[in-house]
């Protein structure tokens, strides 16, 4: 495995590799068992398993986020070579944004706007849609991995590599979740153990909506309340629980087809995101998340 710091290095590395496929899996590093099982994923389908670990400034909306944000390469490294990986870029971010950077990539509607869009501003999903782009175009992998936990996230890369022409085949892996149900997070090592436990109610509530569906429940202000009574009960005030289109995004008025449950909320200071797809009753499963 070889680590290299800038795009110049990364493309003399990927030079001769260019013959079989080339998978990417873009990180922030604080590598855990879900990173993983993206590597997996790439180490079983491509010849050359490229791995970034960059945590993007430009992503974060709170500097106290960006500043607390785990930083483990050591450990990511370690981790990077047991799971296989032949290239990792680490670039520093004047390698990504070099003085005079002036440039965004911006995707419009409804799929950046609104949850964490709204929550987070825009320029959130600015930041992850211009870093994603520049990491594509510096590795330009056959496959790129994303995590389907980041279901937001993934609806815009898909836009943003629909609308230009990015070379490239998104593979989207299912959320990877601890033994009791909550999905894996860089975030959840700043849970103290009492507020790990309050978070499960995370998973639950989205079980307590999938059951529900199952069950014939299709007004989803209902499934809502019940997924917020769930929340509440642990005293998780949620920022949002959302049921949507999976596609577009925009609010659904009738269960009657596949829907995305999303939820984002605080457990003390940690912000927690989840989801998972739901049918109605009757229905075949979707394949959750
Ligand atoms: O999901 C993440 O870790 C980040 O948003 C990504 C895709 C690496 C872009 O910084």
Redesign the pocket.
């Known amino acids: 495995m070889i680590v290299v710091r800038t795009v110049a290095a990364l493309r003399d590395a990927l030079r001769d590799r260019r013959a079989g496929a080339v998978g990417l899996v873009?990180?922030?590093g604080a590598l855990h068992e879900g990173h993983a099982t993206l590597l997996r994923a790439a180490r079983s389908a491509d010849d050359t398993v490229v791995m970034?670990i960059?945590?993007?400034p430009a992503?974060f909306d709170e500097q106290a986020d960006l500043a607390a944000y785990p930083r483990t390469e050591e450990a990511d490294l370690a981790l990077a070579e047991a799971e296989g990986v032949d290239v990792v870029f680490a670039p520093e971010a004047a390698e990504v944004y070099p003085a005079g950077f002036a440039t965004t990539v911006s995707v419009a509607g409804l799929i950046a706007e609104t949850l964490e869009g709204a929550e987070r501003g825009r320029s959130h999903f600015d930041?992850?849609a211009t870093?994603?782009t520049k990491?594509l175009l510096a590795a330009l992998p056959d496959r790129a991995y994303?995590?389907a936990k980041?279901a937001q996230?993934v609806a815009v890369?898909r836009r943003l590599v629909a609308d230009l022409g990015v070379p490239v085949e998104l593979v989207v892996c299912p959320t990877s979740r601890d033994a009791d149900g909550l999905a894996r997070s860089?975030r959840n090592t700043r849970l103290s153990p009492d507020e790990r436990a309050r978070a499960l109610a995370i998973p639950r509530a989205l079980e307590e909506v999938t059951d529900a569906a199952a069950a014939g429940t299709t007004d989803p202000e209902a499934l809502r309340a019940r997924a917020i009574a769930v929340l509440e009960a642990s005293g998780i005030h949620p920022d949002y629980v959302a049921v949507v289109d999976p596609a577009s995004f925009a609010p659904i008025a009738r269960l009657d087809g596949p829907a995305l449950v999303a939820i984002a909320g605080r457990v003390g200071a940690t912000r927690l995101i989840d989801n998972t797809l739901i049918a109605p009753s009757g229905a075949l499963a979707p394949g959750g998340s």
């Open positions: 873009p990180t922030m970034s960059f945590v993007n992503q930041g992850v870093v994603v990491l994303f995590g980041d996230q890369i860089s």
